[in-house]
C-alpha cells in the first residue's frame, strides 16, 4: 500500500489560505479549531517563507507514543488517526507534536478542554466510513471515496502535496533540479525520518 504523507514546498506557498479554508468547509471544522494553518517565518524580512502546516502523519507519531489511553492508531496507509471516545482531553499530545497539530475547543486545565482535534488526512476516523457519525466527529472521509485531502487539492500554487509519499518526494525532486535550487521539503525529516535526495 501507499505510505501517505504532505509535502509544503515553501519555494511555492503565497499564504493564500486556500488549504485553511478548504480544510475548515469540507469538515465544518468548530470555530477555534484550525486543522491546517499557514505560518509565515521571518515575516517582511530576506528569506521569508510562508508553509503550510498540520499533522504530518509521522512515521513514528510521538503524540502516541505519549497518549495515556492510546486513542491514536495508524491506518494501513500510514495516517495517524485517533478516537474522540477514546481520548481524555490531557493535552500530552499537543506538547509532544513539532508540528503543533493537536487542537482544542477551548482553554482550561486536564480534562476541561474537550476532546482533541487535528487533521485526519481527509480519512475520517474510526466509525463506519461514510457514516454521520464519523463525518459529525472526524469530517469528510475523502480517501475512503479515492479523493486526495482536499487542502493540497485547493493550493492554487501546488505548494501543498498529498498522496503517496514515493510520488510526492518526486516531484518534488523535479521541481528541485528544474529551479536549481530548493528550501528543503518542509517537516519531512522530523516526521517521516528521511531526507529527500535530488
Request: charged letters at 25%; proline letters at 5%; aromatic letters at 10%.
Amino acid at each position: 500500500m501507499a505510505r501517505m504523507k504532505f509535502l509544503c514546498d515553501a519555494d511555492r506557498c503565497i499564504e493564500c489560505n486556500a488549504c485553511v479554508t478548504a480544510c475548515k468547509n469540507e469538515h465544518e471544522v468548530p470555530w477555534g479549531i484550525n486543522r491546517r494553518r499557514v505560518v509565515t517565518i521571518n515575516d517582511g524580512k530576506p528569506g521569508e517563507r510562508s508553509i503550510s502546516m498540520a499533522c504530518m502523519h509521522c512515521t513514528d507519531a510521538p503524540c502516541a507514543a505519549v497518549c495515556p489511553v492510546n486513542c491514536f492508531y495508524t491506518t494501513a496507509d500510514a495516517v495517524v488517526l485517533h478516537s474522540k471516545d477514546l481520548c481524555i482531553g490531557c493535552g500530552y499530545c499537543f506538547y509532544a507534536c513539532p508540528f503543533g497539530a493537536p487542537q482544542y475547543p477551548k482553554v482550561g486545565n486536564f480534562g476541561s478542554r474537550g476532546k482533541m482535534d487535528k487533521c485526519t488526512f481527509c480519512a475520517g476516523g474510526p466509525e463506519a466510513d461514510g457514516s454521520k457519525e464519523e463525518y459529525e466527529k472526524y469530517g469528510a472521509n475523502r480517501l475512503a471515496e479515492g479523493k486526495l485531502p482536499l487542502c493540497a487539492e485547493m493550493c492554487s500554487t501546488k505548494s501543498l502535496l498529498a498522496g503517496d509519499g514515493e510520488i510526492i518526494a518526486q516531484i518534488y525532486k523535479e521541481r528541485v533540479m528544474k529551479r536549481g535550487y530548493g528550501s528543503g521539503a518542509w517537516g519531512w525529516k522530523t516526521a517521516y525520518r528521511e531526507t529527500i535526495e535530488s
